[in-house]
């Protein structure tokens, strides 16, 4: 059974950085595409950012993130990241790690996602 495990969310004031890291176990990591979403409060689920297989080409999806976020991944240690630089108070949510459980999906056609259950972002003014 697949399973997704995020880590490394907390507090952190505005401008600060975190680096969140997600495993992933029952499946052959580098054979699939990873990415992360978030959820804020009262607000739609939003992809932040994908990236593929084995060319570790990478997708980012929000705008707003876009120059200060980045996403990696580490197959050797079954590892993705997402390093989250300039922290705005307007990132606080809830970071979900997503791995495509379709076999070199490359970050395209209709991903079919298995979702981790999160982790806590919030960043203070």
């Known amino acids: 059974q697949v399973q997704v495990v995020e880590s490394g969310g907390g507090l952190v004031q505005a401008g600060e950085s975190l680096r969140l890291s997600c495993t992933v176990s029952?499946?052959?990591?580098?054979?699939?595409?990873m990415g992360w979403f978030r959820q804020a409060p009262g607000k739609e689920r939003e992809q932040v950012a994908c990236i593929s297989e084995r060319r570790h080409t990478t997708t980012t999806s929000a705008d707003s993130v876009k120059g200060r976020f980045t996403i990696s991944r580490d197959n050797a240690k079954r590892t993705l990241f997402l390093q989250m630089n300039s922290l705005k108070p307007e990132d606080t949510a809830m970071y979900y790690c997503v791995a495509d459980l379709r076999p070199f999906g490359g970050c395209s056609g209709t991903p079919s996602w298995r979702w981790g259950q999160g982790t806590q972002v919030t960043v203070s003014s």
């Open positions: 029952g499946l052959t990591f580098d054979e699939h595409a």
